[in-house]
């Protein structure tokens, strides 16, 4: 099992910045995938970006690419989502998930893929 907590989640402006926080435990943190989805009002969750077990490899959907960037720190048992130039277009609730290495390839963008979610954060960029 492996226990997920978000935080850092608020409301801001249009052009502005946050920082997601995803805290882990449980298993070892760094067997991992980590990915962030969101869901917007009245939308379907969808997939944001994606880092590998090392931190080596990431990827980003094409909504975000350019403005956020995912991070881990294995030490600290934390993967983050830094979010620039956030829009009204970015509300949702943000939640973090982990995928177990050993299931094989990366990335995966499905939610379907991932074993484990967090309660999510919600963020707000009114317009």
């Known amino acids: 099992q492996v226990q997920l907590v978000e935080s850092g989640g608020g409301l801001v402006q249009t052009g502005d910045s946050l920082r997601l926080s995803c805290a882990a435990s449980?298993?070892?943190?760094?067997?991992?995938?980590m990915g962030w989805f969101r869901q917007g009002p009245g939308k379907e969750r969808e997939f944001a970006a994606a880092?590998?077990?090392?931190?080596?490899?990431?990827y980003y959907a094409d909504s975000v690419k350019g403005r956020f960037t995912i991070s881990r720190d294995n030490a600290e048992n934390t993967v983050y989502l830094q979010m620039n130039s956030l829009k009204p277009e970015d509300t949702a609730v943000y939640y973090c998930?982990?995928?177990?290495?050993?299931?094989?390839?990366?990335?995966?963008?499905?939610?379907?893929?991932?074993?484990?979610w967090g309660q999510g954060t919600q963020v707000t960029v009114p317009s």
């Open positions: 998930a982990a995928r177990d290495g050993g299931r094989g390839f990366f990335p995966a963008s499905q939610g379907y893929e991932y074993e484990y």
């Open positions: 449980g298993r070892t943190f760094s067997r991992y995938h």
């Open positions: 880092i590998s077990l090392t931190g080596a490899r990431t």
